[in-house]
Nanobody
């Protein structure tokens, strides 16, 4: 059974930081591109960041560049998202995702987690 379990969400004041984690199991984690997506109330799901399995290439949506950092630990089958300088616009449910191709990671995934809520107050 493939599982992606997010954790680390919560309530934080604007300007603060949070670290999200994703624990993966049931597939060969080290051979998959991993990504984070988010969805705010009334809005479509949005790509946030991705990291490749082979050379550690990363990709970020413009709105989080310089504030968020995606990383992975293939030995522990975990994915992380360090979020700094948070603003209310970052409020959303954040989803962990796994996909075969880095080139399509911004819009496609094979496996999805259930999500974790991040709320940023002003």
């Amino acid at each position: 059974q493939v599982q992606l379990v997010e954790s680390g969400g919560g309530l934080v004041q604007a300007g603060g930081s949070l670290r999200l984690s994703c624990a993966a199991s049931g597939f060969t984690f080290s051979r998959y591109t991993m990504a984070w997506f988010r969805q705010a109330p009334g809005k479509e799901r949005e790509f946030v960041a991705a990291i490749s399995w082979n050379l550690g290439s990363t990709l970020y949506v413009d709105s989080v560049k310089g504030r968020f950092t995606i990383s992975r630990d293939n030995g522990k089958n975990t994915l992380s998202l360090e979020m700094n300088s948070l603003s209310p616009e970052d409020t959303a449910v954040y989803y962990c995702a796994a996909g075969v191709r880095f080139t399509t990671a911004t819009r496609r995934a094979d496996y999805w987690g259930q999500g974790t809520q991040v709320t940023v107050s002003s």
